[in-house]
């Protein structure tokens, strides 16, 4: 396995003013989701574990992400629970805004296989993970990588609507974040997460359309954001994440893994969906080239 991720998906409903909009856009996603799906599209073997619940919804989740050759042999159904849903309503010049409708179906530690993460090269996590509920779940799934000397990659992801408390927000985050090997952060985000910004980790800081830097060996290195057509940035970062965890599985240099992530964000960015955009291996080495 090249990477194991873990966290919740839910059913997307998008559309523009709901209370007079009369048609909608169905889809499926999470940040791990996205992840899993980028990975798997560039020819990693890439595992994703989560519970859904015993719906259609929860059904379409799977389905997807088997077809995009995902493995969800951990993942699992609960009966008699709804899956989640995320309402993203557009507005033409402002960002989405996003409710979301939680389930009963969430991750527990007795749910995390030790073994399976133990074969990984790398661990992949979020913060939304961290504020959706299933700590228990997560912690087991890093002290696992960190006893099995599996790359620990953590994606700090705040979103202000999942933390009612800005101080547990920092706490619970800060924990997080200093487990990591690998830490991807918003410039927005550093300040939340300042005790793990020193040390021998890797910190891949994002900047938007500003690009991505990360420094390595005491080196620093940066790369530009690509001007892309925006449909919706709401994948973007997770998509980078994709790209970044690939070319580092291929150990290519700093500045390339960035390049790769800026690349896959661009691909999302310009899609209506977080994920169904993403660029398959077969596309990458012509992307790269064209820059």
């Given amino acids: 396995m090249d990477v194991y991720t873990l966290g919740e998906a839910f059913a997307v409903v998008t559309s523009g ?9 169905l889809d499926v996603a999470g940040a791990e989701f996205t992840v899993a799906v980028g990975l798997a599209r560039l020819g990693h073997r890439v595992a994703w574990l989560g519970k859904v619940g015993g719906d259609e919804l929860g059904a379409r989740i799977l389905t997807a992400l088997r077809g995009e050759g995902v493995d969800v042999t951990d993942s699992r159904v609960e009966d008699g629970t709804a899956t989640g849903m995320v ?12 409710t979301y409708y939680r389930n009963g179906a969430r991750l527990a530690q007795g749910n995390v296989p030790v073994d399976r993460i133990a074969t990984a090269r790398i661990l992949h996590i979020s913060g939304i993970t961290a504020a959706l509920n299933a700590r228990d779940a997560m912690h087991a799934a890093v002290r696992a990588a960190q006893n099995a000397g599996v790359v620990v990659s953590v994606a700090v992801d705040y979103r202000d609507q999942l933390w009612p408390d800005l101080r547990e927000a920092e706490e619970i985050l800060s924990t997080l974040a200093c487990s990591a090997d690998l830490l991807f952060v918003r410039q927005s985000e550093l300040d939340l997460v300042k005790p793990a910004l020193g040390g021998g980790r890797q910190v891949v800081v994002l900047r938007g359309v500003r ?13 530009p954001g690509l001007a892309t057509p925006v449909v919706d940035p709401g994948g973007s970062q997770d998509a980078f994440v994709a790209g970044y965890l690939s070319a580092l599985l291929e150990r290519l240099h700093p500045a390339d893994r960035l ?31 064209d820059g």
Wanted: proline letters at 5%; charged letters at 30%; aromatic letters at 4%.
């Fill in 87 to 98: 309402l993203r309503e557009t507005r033409l010049g402002q960002a989405a805004r996003v």
């Fill in 259 to 289: 390049r790769r992530g800026a690349l896959l964000a661009a691909f999302a960015a310009s899609s209506p969906s977080d994920w169904q955009g993403l660029p398959t291996r077969a596309e990458l080495p012509l992307l790269d080239l």
């Fill in 211 to 223: 690009g991505a830097s990360v420094r390595v060996d005491g080196v620093r290195h940066d790369a």
């Fill in 17 to 25: 003013r709901i209370r007079h909009e009369h048609e909608a856009r």
